[in-house]
């Protein structure tokens, strides 16, 4: 089955700094998902990649899926306050109606 | 041990039954979730815990209802199944409101709802 790994589990970052999650997954991905969870929110929705090489802004984020769609990295420039939370990646194992799979979240704290 | 474990897995019932999906977490968590995922495999939060008290409901029909007996326990019954109502559940559980004081989040593997 797939599984997937994320790094760091827990990062505190001052304002200002730049900062990488990562996520790895022991098969190739179809697609990987990334969402933020927001203190009494549930999971927000970031971003998808789908093709090896991919990547993708929003804002501040950027978020890569390298060419063997095996590992993905969602980097946070100039992070703010606004940026922490809970990130979660999530994987299409197959494509088809397959459920997801997830990493176990990274804990993000930016301190002013 | 599944640290979050829902049953069943798949479940195929016909339009107008009444079914619920379980879920158990064994972490001592204070926070559990249920999830949709939609058709595009995007996850849309239903309903949220936090110590046997709803602290999040999105608008979905009313036909869905979560149960907590306790806080290791977050059920979803749905009433009156139609077929939109295919999809996959998610049950998820955090020690706090994620963000808050708690860590990360643990999903259980899924339900998958068909109804014919």
């Known amino acids: 089955s797939q599984e997937l790994e994320q790094s760091p589990q827990s990062l505190i970052v001052q304002e200002g700094k730049n900062l990488t999650i990562n996520c790895t997954s022991s098969?190739?991905?179809?697609?990987l998902y990334w969402y933020k969870q927001k203190y009494g929110e549930g999971l927000i929705f970031l971003m998808m990649?789908?093709?090896?090489?991919e990547e993708k802004s929003h804002e501040k984020i950027t978020a890569k899926l390298d060419e063997k769609k095996q590992q993905s990295s969602l980097h946070i420039t100039a992070s703010q306050p606004s940026h922490a939370g809970i990130y979660l990646c999530?994987?299409?194992?197959?494509?088809?109606?397959?459920?997801?799979?997830f990493g176990k979240g990274t804990k993000l704290t930016v301190n002013p | 041990d599944t640290a979050v474990s829902q049953t069943p897995k798949y479940l195929v019932t016909q339009m107008g039954n009444d079914k619920s999906i379980k879920c158990e977490q064994n972490l001592g968590h204070d926070t559990m979730y249920w999830y949709k995922q939609d058709s595009k495999k995007f996850l849309k939060i239903m309903f949220s815990y936090n110590n046997k008290e709803l602290i999040i409901n999105e608008t979905v029909p009313n036909r869905f209802s979560p149960k907590s007996p306790d806080k290791a326990h977050l059920n979803l019954h749905i009433n009156s199944l139609e077929l939109g109502d295919s999809a996959v559940y998610f049950c998820a559980s955090s020690q706090d409101v994620a963000g808050g004081s708690g860590n990360t989040i643990y999903f259980g593997e899924g339900s998958w709802l068909t109804v014919v």
């Open positions: 098969k190739t991905l179809y697609g």
């Open positions: 999530g994987a299409d194992p197959q494509g088809g109606s397959e459920k997801l799979v």
């Open positions: 990649l789908q093709k090896g090489g």
